[in-house]
């Protein structure tokens, strides 16, 4: 088996694993190598033809292939190697790395430190156990993206969504924009669960009707979708008897819930956490397992790609320098816990003298609360369960934490909104 | 007369999401209620008078490694001709190679916004994608 030796290598060449390419090979990293099972780099974002990104990091309003053009491209000129459509079939504690692909075959890499960045998967129909028969025309949001902006395929003509996620809404509009009739987006939850942007752009400029407390109960169709059934469903998310109704389309388009993809990580014996589906990360984004690093979706699912970025970049600093063996160890490990009206916190665990920024999800939308982390108080104007919240732990702030084990990051006072 | 309406519109500038009922006589905004913040006026303001949105699809490409080039106009348009601008794009065709950034599209249906390429295409056949 052949064998290569690199300082750094980054698993995934999307957003996150670009950002730590680029950032391990600026903060001196000689080797870096970025492995893909695609065919070029970039993730999800080519096919996300939208503007909204690189807000926060270029102050500019960009579409996703020109946020990540500019990360291929920084790439390239600092010397990040690649390997593309190469799949990676196994990690090691210790930086060792077993991958294949068809120029190769089998090949090994040691690495001095591995920055995990696979990002996430969608949920499938198989995941949410639609009944019904099973024509062509059910695709995840996803696929239908790539088949319309990569592939060049216009998957259908009449349209349902399941999920109003931002996601869901985005292929939505895309459909609508293409020329398809967009007949619903349905969503299980009694609130939309993208931005309100979103509804607006998405779907009230093309008169897409959005179904609240209703789902998908059965696909029809032999060859081909013919319709679905819909219907309301009570506070548990059960369908209602004798409210449910067939909407004739040709697709039906799932966006339900994405999830981080981690069977290598679990592989190595990295610790995951069950709230996020990602690793249990610190400050630095190592993981359990020291010199292995993770960051962006495969960590927890982002709603800003420029949020990836940042993590990236700074699992990409810390595999150069664990790489080095420059890495300080945390002297002080300050253990994050979600508490009331939170439903995780990453990262997990901090060091409690050394500012963080620190992302949370709350359960619930909620209007004018506070999140308390033990002694210090956020105050919050807004928020819902589809933006992350960002917690900013200044100097000042993180003087509170000296000598915490562990600190509970929850809402103080709850005003549920319609 | 001018016709007095009243419109509500979620503001979308903060994620609080406030909903302003903007009262208008004929296409003029008179008042604005219900906003708890001063930037957000503007925003409802101009939503209700002349919505603007940012515009993005793809292209249909010959001969590159890719059949399709995504676009986006280098200024938002407006909203009712988000529709003209995708089919006047759906009947056009571009010849590989095409650079990101590259004007595919002069001053589409006269709006004084041109239309460019968001990625690069390469030539299909030529060495190295892109």
């Given at each position: 088996m052949n064998e290569m030796t690199e300082d750094v290598a980054v698993v995934g060449g999307g957003a996150a694993g670009l950002a730590a390419a680029t950032r391990a090979k600026e903060t001196g990293a000689e080797r870096v190598l970025v492995l893909d099972r695609n065919s070029e780099l970039g993730g999800i974002l080519p096919q996300c033809v939208h503007t909204g990104f690189g807000l926060h990091h270029f102050k500019e309003n960009l579409t996703g292939p020109e946020y990540i053009t500019r990360f291929v491209d920084r790439a390239r000129a600092l010397g990040v190697e690649s390997k593309l459509d190469t799949m990676v079939l196994r990690l090691r504690p210790g930086g060792e790395i077993v991958a294949a692909n068809s120029p190769d075959g089998l090949f090994k890499i040691k690495a001095k430190s591995i920055v995990l960045a696979m990002g996430c998967r969608e949920r499938t129909r198989g995941a949410l156990g639609i009944p019904g028969e099973r024509p062509?025309?059910?695709?995840t949001a996803g696929t239908a993206q790539r088949l319309m902006d990569?592939?060049?395929?216009?998957?259908?003509?009449r349209v349902v969504v399941l999920g109003s996620g931002d996601v869901g809404l985005i292929v939505a509009r895309r459909f609508a924009v293409e020329g398809a009739k967009v007949e619903a987006v349905v969503e299980i939850l009694p609130y939309p669960g993208g931005l309100a942007r979103n509804i607006i752009q998405c779907l009230e400029d093309f008169d897409i009707p959005l179904l609240l407390s209703h789902t998908v109960t059965a696909v029809h169709g032999a060859e081909r979708v013919s319709g679905v059934s819909v219907a309301g469903v009570d506070e548990k998310g059960n369908p209602i008897a004798g409210t449910e109704r067939t909407i004739p389309c040709d697709t039906l388009v799932l966006s339900v819930g994405l999830i981080p993809e981690n069977e290598l990580s679990e592989e190595a014996g990295i610790v995951l956490d069950p709230l996020t589906g990602g690793p249990v990360v610190d400050q630095h984004m190592e993981?359990?397992?020291?010199g292995i690093f993770a960051c962006g979706n495969a960590v927890h699912v982002h709603d800003l790609v420029d949020h990836v970025t940042e993590t990236g970049m700074t699992a990409g600093s810390s595999a150069a320098k664990f790489a080095r063996g420059e890495l300080e160890t945390l002297r002080n490990r300050v253990r994050m816990r979600p508490g009331s009206g939170v439903r995780y916190v990453v990262p997990q665990i901090i060091s409690g003298d050394r500012p963080v920024t620190v992302y949370l999800r709350v359960r619930n939308p909620v209007r004018n609360a506070t999140i308390r982390a033990g002694d210090i108080a956020f105050p919050l104007r807004a928020a819902r369960p589809a933006e992350t919240v960002t917690l900013e732990f200044t100097e000042r702030r993180i003087e509170?934490?000296?000598?915490?084990a562990e600190l509970e990051v929850g809402m103080e006072e709850q005003k549920p909104v319609d | 007369m001018t016709e007095k309406t009243e419109r509500i519109i979620t503001c979308i500038v903060c994620p609080m999401g406030c909903e302003a009922t903007v009262s208008m006589e004929g296409k003029k905004v008179v008042k604005v209620e219900g906003l708890t913040c001063s930037r957000g006026e503007e925003y409802v303001i101009n939503e209700v008078e002349a919505p603007m949105r940012d515009f993005f699809s793809t292209v249909i490409i010959e001969g590159g490694v890719s059949p399709v080039c995504p676009v986006r106009s280098t200024r938002p348009i407006p909203k009712d001709r988000i529709m003209d601008c995708s089919r006047k794009l759906a009947r056009l065709r571009v010849t590989a190679p095409v650079r990101i950034g590259e004007t595919i599209m002069r001053d589409i249906l006269g709006l004084g916004v041109d239309i460019i390429a968001t990625r690069s295409v390469g030539v299909l056949g030529e060495k190295g994608r892109q």
């Open positions: 062509a025309g059910v695709f990569i592939e060049g395929f216009m998957p259908g003509k993981t359990s397992v020291p509170k934490l000296i000598g915490k | -």
